[in-house]
């Protein structure tokens, strides 16, 4: 193999080969390890990665015994597999986003403490980086704060954002702070921001934004709120006029569909009805399903477009897990069952955290 050219070894050979498989051949030659760590080759591989594996964990985010389930749509006749949660890290952790085959964990601390600790994993490799702690932020009191996790396009570089309410006071304004992966550490962005984010709806990230749900304090309506990590600029969107002005957000969520925000909401008039949001920030009511045996609760969307869903979800027991294709208004049975899941899209990579 010594022999044979740079580009045949690389598109012949090493980009067929599972992340196992590359991890372990970083030790045949010195060549072979810089060749395979080599932010190309990272980034070819992960384009020719075809899994479409979910990582289950409950509603909390929080990490099922130390482990998280995961399942290959593709193949789910494979069953169940289970990514083992670094032991060092501790039990009391969940995750806060998936990106690149990437987890963002965050270690949750004791009552005499304030904030959380911050990691990011590589299930694949088994790397873990601590994110250093941002003093302006964690040595204050913190009320309420959220967090996105997010790959930036322009530098290449891993972003977590995360928004802080320093007290319960609707007139405190709220303060955003930004982790760079490359310059490992955080910088403080300078912005105002009258509002409060719905913590409990969890994040979508598409196209290099992180989007959240938001209660405009002067308004007292719901509006979506925008970061672009590469800009660093923050928009606010309004909320279709069923949904805005709301008095419960128990039953509206956020998820990527192909490439664009899906807001669902889960008590529409007709039944769950999914918006989308087009270029000019407009919204389209792209499908509703209305038929209560098909889908009674949406947990994720996969990259193909297929939302996943549970067959009933008002009940402490364990649903079972569907796949819903929105074109054909069919629904699959992936006959495993998960109690009040919250799902994650995951594919392995080779992304270094150094």
Same mark, same amino acid.
């Given at each position: 193999?010594?022999?044979? *050219?740079?580009?045949?070894? @690389?598109? !012949?050979?090493?980009?067929?080969? $599972?992340?196992?498989?590359?991890v372990?051949?970083?030790?045949?030659?010195?060549?072979?390890?810089?060749?395979?760590?080599? /932010?190309?080759?990272?980034?070819?591989?992960?384009?020719r990665?075809?899994?479409?594996?979910?990582?289950?964990?409950?509603?909390?985010? $929080?990490?099922?015994?130390?482990?998280?389930?995961? +399942?290959?749509?593709?193949?789910?006749?494979?069953?169940?597999?289970?990514?083992?949660?670094?032991?060092?890290?501790?039990?009391?952790?969940?995750? @806060?986003?998936? &990106? !690149?085959g990437?987890? &963002?964990?965050?270690? #949750?601390?004791?009552?005499?403490?304030?904030?959380?600790?911050?990691?990011?994993?590589?299930?694949?490799?088994?790397?873990?980086?601590?994110? *250093?702690?941002?003093?302006?932020?964690?040595? %204050?009191?913190?009320?309420d704060?959220?967090?996105?996790? &997010?790959?930036?396009?322009?530098?290449?570089?891993?972003?977590?954002?995360?928004?802080?309410?320093? !007290?319960?006071?609707?007139?405190?304004? $709220?303060?955003?702070?930004?982790?760079?992966?490359?310059?490992?550490?955080?910088?403080?962005?300078?912005?105002?921001?009258?509002?409060?984010? %719905?913590?409990?709806?969890?994040?979508?990230?598409?196209?290099?934004? +992180?989007?959240?749900? =938001?209660?405009?304090?002067?308004?007292?309506?719901?509006?979506?709120?925008?970061?672009?990590?590469?800009?660093? +600029?923050?928009?606010t969107?309004?909320? /279709?006029?069923?949904?805005?002005?709301?008095?419960?957000?128990?039953?509206?969520?956020?998820? #990527?569909?192909?490439?664009?925000?899906?807001?669902?909401?889960?008590?529409?008039d007709?039944?769950?009805? =999914?918006?989308?949001?087009?270029?000019?920030?407009?919204?389209?009511?792209?499908?509703? +399903?209305s038929?209560?045996?098909?889908?009674? #609760?949406?947990?994720?969307?996969?990259?193909?477009?297929?939302?996943?869903?549970t067959?009933?979800?008002?009940?402490?027991?364990?649903?079972?897990?569907?796949?819903?294709?929105?074109?054909?208004?069919?629904?699959?049975?992936?006959?495993?069952?998960?109690?009040? *899941?919250?799902?994650?899209?995951?594919?392995?990579?080779?992304?270094?955290l !150094?």
């Amino acid at each position: 193999m010594d022999n044979l *050219p740079e580009h045949v070894l @690389v598109e !012949n050979i090493l980009l067929l080969l $599972s992340v196992k498989s590359l991890v372990c051949m970083r030790s045949v030659c010195k060549s072979w390890r810089s060749l395979i760590l080599n /932010p190309s080759f990272v980034q070819l591989h992960m384009a020719r990665t075809t899994a479409n594996c979910l990582v289950f964990c409950n509603k909390k985010r $929080s990490i099922y015994n130390g482990q998280l389930s995961v +399942i290959d749509t593709k193949f789910l006749d494979r069953g169940i597999s289970y990514l083992d949660f670094p032991s060092n890290l501790g039990k009391s952790c969940h995750i @806060v986003g998936s &990106c !690149n085959g990437l987890l &963002c964990v965050a270690y #949750e601390r004791s009552k005499k403490q304030t904030g959380k600790r911050l990691y990011l994993w590589n299930p694949a490799t088994g790397k873990v980086k601590h994110i *250093p702690e941002n003093t302006n932020v964690n040595n %204050i009191d913190i009320y309420d704060f959220s967090i996105g996790f &997010c790959f930036d396009f322009s530098s290449s570089d891993y972003k977590v954002v995360r928004i802080v309410k320093e !007290n319960a006071f609707a007139s405190e304004r $709220s303060r955003v702070v930004v982790y760079s992966l490359i310059k490992n550490y955080w910088k403080e962005i300078k912005v105002e921001l009258n509002f409060k984010v %719905i913590d409990y709806i969890y994040p979508a990230i598409v196209k290099g934004s +992180i989007y959240w749900i =938001i209660v405009v304090i002067d308004q007292e309506q719901f509006a979506l709120l925008s970061f672009n990590v590469e800009s660093e +600029i923050f928009c606010t969107i309004p909320l /279709p006029g069923s949904i805005m002005c709301r008095q419960d957000s128990s039953y509206i969520c956020l998820f #990527e569909f192909k490439e664009s925000v899906a807001l669902i909401d889960e008590k529409g008039d007709e039944g769950i009805s =999914i918006w989308t949001l087009d270029d000019d920030s407009c919204w389209i009511k792209k499908f509703t +399903i209305s038929s209560p045996s098909l889908i009674t #609760e949406i947990v994720g969307c996969l990259k193909t477009g297929e939302f996943v869903g549970t067959d009933f979800a008002e009940t402490n027991f364990a649903g079972d897990i569907v796949l819903y294709d929105s074109v054909n208004n069919m629904v699959e049975n992936t006959l495993f069952k998960f109690s009040a *899941p919250r799902t994650y899209n995951y594919s392995e990579s080779l992304v270094n955290l !150094n």
